[in-house]
């Protein structure tokens, strides 16, 4: 664990600021333009993995622990966030037989 921390502290922390900035931009485009369910969904956990790899930078470059413990509970997060997700999709599935988002006012009452 110490050899992950001192190869993690050898790259500048200005690098994983861009770097998972640009995957969070890619997130949230991916959820603002496309249709698609699952490529939302997906998008989402793009979004989220790319805030636990800045957690984790941050709590290695300071040496504290706490962000490794918060990237626990957004990867508890995700896990719950990807069953509930995919239990919607089936069922949205079987009653439109579609998966896209528009298709989903048919389900109105």
């Known amino acids: 664990m110490d050899n992950f ?16 900035s640009t995957i969070f931009a890619i997130g949230v485009v991916g959820v603002l333009t496309r249709r698609n369910v699952i490529i939302i969904m997906m ?24 962000g490794q413990v918060f990237v626990f509970f957004i990867m508890a997060l995700a896990a719950a966030e990807v ?3 995919l ?9 439109t037989k579609s998966l896209d988002i528009d298709s989903l006012t048919k389900l109105r009452l």
Do not use: K
Request: charged share 5%; hydrophobic share 55%; with cysteine.
């Open 5 to 20: 921390i001192t190869n993690l502290q050898g790259v500048p922390l200005q690098h994983y600021l861009i770097f998972c």
């Open 43 to 66: 998008s989402i956990e793009l979004m989220l993995n790319s805030v636990n790899l800045l957690l984790a930078a941050f709590s290695a470059h300071h040496g504290d622990a706490a």
């Open 83 to 85: 069953a509930v997700g």
């Open 87 to 95: 239990a919607i999709v089936i069922m949205v599935y079987r009653n």
